[in-house]
């Protein structure tokens, strides 16, 4: 019976893996606010997973409202990220915790995959600016990325979560932080991101003309005024964004292909389910990459991966996880030139595929 569902799964994946072709070429970077994470958020298996599957989306994300006093929460994510994409190597780059009282503090988290990234540069913004000292509540922790795929090569990220009531002196403040940024690593490539509460109650449009950020005609606001970023049906606004600094760098993205990713509909969840992950949808911008000059992503094929993915059951989903799984580790294998013929009398890729299963198996109980 095992023997016969094993060559069942193997055949699946096989077909599949044919048919569905991804799109190895794309550069991602998100900003994702995590709504409380900490030790609670982290006790739900289907949390995790949904938040695996949405950061491994990614080559860079960022977390924010992580809220994990004893860092439990976060280093379970990353082995769950780890378990959930064998096909990519990740690793989180976590800033101190940050906040104006004891008893309220965040971290901002960068979670990226170290195939596709390398740290070159890491900078807590020391808030010390004479005559507007302490602006921020959670100063940015900036950080500085080298991609060899992309086109642009090397930028930074300037993450900010604002504080609600403070939107629209913070969002200023974060002009201040960019030029400090430019100075300091002769680097015009710079994009901020985060839950900016850039709309509804917290930035009256009148207070937007006092915003340099908004203003200064070098920055580009990629997620437009009309999107709705934020999970409850009841609510539309447009909180979390991403703004890119300088033409090159304008250049250097995908256009439009800044959005939010609406994880409830793609997952197929019900609002409730949705709003146990975070009241928030991550956004997302992709960067052209070398092979995007050669090749353009097919669009058609991410569509049919999307319709793909329709988790029923439990056991339903957990048998397309491990058929995805499959399905990348076939693709990579096909895409190496040293893998191009593929031995099936290779022990060790039985021994693979046996552990798929019995992973599968576990997955289902
Ligand atoms: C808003 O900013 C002011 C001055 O920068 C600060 O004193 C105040 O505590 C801030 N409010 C919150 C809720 O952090
Ligand atoms: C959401 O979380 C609450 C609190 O932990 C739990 O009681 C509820 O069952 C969860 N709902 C869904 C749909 O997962
Ligand atoms: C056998 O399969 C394993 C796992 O897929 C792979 O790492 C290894 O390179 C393969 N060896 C040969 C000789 O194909």
């Given at each position: 019976m095992s023997s016969v569902s094993l060559l069942l799964s193997l055949l699946l994946s096989l077909l599949l893996g044919v048919a569905i072709v991804r799109g190895g070429s794309e550069f991602r970077i998100c900003a994702f606010n995590l709504h409380h994470f900490g030790e609670s958020k982290s006790n739900k298996d289907e949390v995790m997973i949904t938040l695996a599957r949405i950061i491994t989306r990614c080559d860079v994300c960022l977390l924010q409202e992580v809220r994990d006093r004893k860092g439990t929460a976060v280093s379970k994510l990353l082995q769950t990220i780890r378990w959930y994409d064998t096909r990519n190597q990740y690793?989180?780059?976590?800033s101190e915790r940050l906040?104006?009282?004891?008893?309220?503090?965040?971290q901002y988290v960068f979670v990226y995959r170290t195939n596709t990234v390398k740290v070159t540069g890491q900078y807590q913004y020391p808030d010390n600016m004479p005559g507007d000292e302490d602006a921020f509540s959670r100063e940015p922790f900036v950080v500085r990325f080298k991609a060899p795929k992309t086109s642009i090569q090397e930028f930074v990220l300037i993450p900010q979560h604002t504080t609600p009531t403070n939107t629209t002196k913070e969002l200023d403040a974060l002009y201040d932080v960019l030029q400090n940024v430019r100075r300091m690593w002769r680097n015009e490539n710079v994009m901020l991101l985060g839950d900016f509460n850039a709309d509804c109650g917290y930035l009256a449009k009148k207070n937007r003309d006092k915003v340099r950020l908004m203003t200064d005609r070098s920055l580009h606001w990629l997620i437009g005024e009309d999107t709705d970023t934020t999970v409850k049906l009841s609510t539309s606004c447009s909180y979390d964004r991403i703004v890119v600094h300088g033409e090159k760098f304008?250049?250097?993205?995908?256009?439009?292909?800044?959005?939010p990713f609406n994880f409830q509909q793609d997952y197929r969840l019900t609002e409730e389910e949705a709003l146990n992950v975070s009241d928030h949808y991550p956004v997302e911008v992709l960067l052209k990459t070398q092979l995007n000059r050669i090749k353009k992503p097919d669009e058609k094929q991410e569509q049919q991966d999307g319709e793909e993915d329709d988790p029923?059951?439990?056991?339903?989903?957990?048998?397309?996880?491990?058929?995805?799984?499959?399905?990348?580790?076939?693709h990579q294998q096909a895409q190496d030139p040293k893998h191009h013929h593929v031995?099936?009398?290779?022990?060790?890729?039985?021994?693979?595929?046996?552990?798929?299963?019995?992973?599968?198996?576990?997955?289902?109980?």
């Open positions: 690793d989180l780059l976590a906040g104006r009282t004891e008893s309220y503090q965040e304008n250049g250097a993205v995908v256009p439009s292909s800044a959005q029923g059951t439990v056991s339903l989903r957990c048998w397309r996880e491990e058929l995805r799984q499959g399905e990348q580790g076939h031995n099936w009398n290779n022990w060790s890729r039985w021994t693979l595929i046996g552990r798929r299963f019995k992973e599968f198996l576990d997955c289902t109980q």
